[in-house]
């Protein structure tokens, strides 16, 4: 009998829950991971909120709707065929049409892009806007293939995804490995595809449909929610030293906020290592690291060589005495040893710009110390909530400008906050972020899907 049907002794609902799941999902640790950092909160409040747990919602919630793979051929520069692997998990489109980015790396399997669609759902169900989840992408890496290669992926990547969404079924947009490059691609051959203009990916050109601030949205959010963390304790980010990892579109405008609020962001990585530049990035400095990054498709290694600073071979940022972390590159990139290295370093808040960052282990600790700490489904929604507003200009065929997007981005984090202050709050000093983002983002979707009935 599956365990949501027992209604006597709920008390090791959690375990009983994984193993379930676990034996459903064999060998998918990362999905694994992501449904228990939600299931740790909203299981317990099931109990106490019967019609949910009677009618399996979370249960339901574990399987997506549907997941397509497929075959990507290519041919690359010398002219021999290449074979990727493409996939488009639609978790649940409950609360709005399947949305979520597309990552091209190549540690990208089913495990992956299964979690990163279920947080996607609870994610944009907390930005307020009418999103459901989904995520999809290849096991191809674009880092070291040349622009017409890329192009050329793109091209058969979409030839076979294009029948699967479209602007109310499914939006996709970027993710690591796929920015403004590999959104125009994809993009263009939707459009002959299917030949309509329509707002079916966001990340799209100024140009052609795009929309202001969705490039800084996920930075810019990251560093509003730590603003607010830090207000509501009666603090500011003005004056703190802070770290950041990655160098990518998060990282990058992560650390351009945080120049612009006043903290000294002191470090920024790649998968190689990270530079540690003790005066601070500035802004000079990071339109270089811009350059680099976008345009040169360099390493973060040339930093410490341009500015004469530390580099860290193969190393995470984590050892630097710091304030606030922001870790901007990629999951699990944070673990219990460097949770307690944080710490003990005088770490006060982390504010996840990049999807699960920090292992199970690595919350525990940072909550166990009453840290600020908020998870990436609320931290980094500004991204995918720009991306609904970027929906919504390309519906009603306007434009709105950069000032009104960047107020509607600010407020959506501020009532994102107030969400996870409602849901979360455990005592007068104290609110546990995780549990209210994951609670209020269950919340809306589960009385959808009871709404709906049984399916
Ligand atoms: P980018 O591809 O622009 O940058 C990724 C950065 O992370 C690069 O510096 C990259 O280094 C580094 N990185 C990637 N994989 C690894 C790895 N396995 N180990 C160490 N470093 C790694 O991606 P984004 O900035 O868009 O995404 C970063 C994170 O933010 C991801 O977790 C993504 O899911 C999340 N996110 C992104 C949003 C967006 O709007 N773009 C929205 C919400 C979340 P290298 O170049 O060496 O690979
Ligand atoms: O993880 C994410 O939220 C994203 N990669 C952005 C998704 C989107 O649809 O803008």
């Known amino acids: 009998m599956a365990i949501w049907h027992t209604k006597t002794d709920q008390s090791d609902l959690v375990p009983r829950f994984m193993n379930w799941l676990e034996q459903r999902n064999p060998g998918e640790i990362e999905f694994h991971q992501a449904v228990y950092e939600v299931g740790i909160n909203v299981l317990p409040f099931l109990r106490e909120h019967t019609e949910y747990m009677e009618a399996a919602i979370f249960g339901r919630l574990t399987e997506p709707d549907r997941i397509v793979s497929f075959r990507v051929v290519w041919e690359d520069d010398t002219g021999k065929i290449q074979i990727n692997r493409g996939y488009r998990v639609q978790h649940c489109n409950a609360i709005g049409p ?112 795009g929309s202001e601030i969705r490039v800084e ?135 996840e710009g990049a999807n699960m960052p920090s292992e199970q282990e690595a919350i525990d600790t940072f909550q166990k110390a009453k840290i600020l700490f908020a998870p990436s489904k609320a931290a980094n929604a500004g991204g995918v909530a720009v991306s609904g507003l970027e929906m919504t200009q390309n519906s009603i065929r306007m434009s709105w400008s950069r000032d009104e997007l960047n107020r509607q981005l600010r407020d959506i984090m501020a009532d994102i906050h107030a969400r996870c202050e409602t849901y979360g709050r455990v005592s007068d000093d104290y609110v546990d972020y995780l549990k209210g983002a994951n609670v209020a983002g269950f919340v809306k979707v589960a009385d959808a899907m009871l709404a709906y009935g049984v399916m």
């Not at 990655?246 to 612009?260: M, P, R, T």
């Not at 003790?278 to 390493?299: N, T």
């Open 217 to 351: 949205a996920t930075g810019y959010g990251a560093v509003y929610m730590m603003e607010d963390m830090l207000a509501a304790r009666g603090d500011s980010i003005e004056g703190k030293t802070a770290l950041v990892s990655g160098s990518g579109n998060v990282a990058q405008y992560a650390v351009d906020k945080l120049i612009e609020l006043g903290a000294k962001p002191v470090t920024m990585s790649d998968s190689s290592g990270f530079v540690y530049d003790p005066d601070g990035i500035d802004c000079d400095k990071l339109e270089w690291v811009r350059e680099l990054k976008d345009d040169r498709r360099g390493r973060i290694k040339e930093y410490a060589d341009e500015f004469g600073c530390e580099y860290h071979a193969g190393q995470r940022p984590w050892g630097v005495p710091c304030d606030i972390v922001l870790p901007c590159a990629t999951q699990n990139e944070l673990n219990l040893t460097e949770a307690q290295t944080l710490l003990r370093n005088g770490c006060i808040g982390v504010s």
């Open 98 to 209: 399947y949305k979520g980015g597309i990552r091209f790396h190549p540690t990208v399997n089913q495990s992956i892009l299964k979690f990163l669609a279920f947080e996607q759902t609870f994610k944009n169900s907390l930005t307020g806007l009418p999103m459901g989840g989904g995520k999809g992408g290849a096991d191809f890496d674009p880092k070291d293939k040349s622009d017409a290669e890329v192009m050329r992926f793109c091209q058969s990547f979409m030839t076979e995804l294009y029948r699967h969404i479209g602007p109310d079924t499914d939006v996709p947009a970027g993710d690591i490995g796929v920015g403004a490059r590999e959104v125009s691609y994809l993009f263009g051959q939707y459009k002959r595809l299917a030949n309509q203009f329509t707002g079916v990916m966001t990340g799209k050109g100024l140009s052609f449909g």
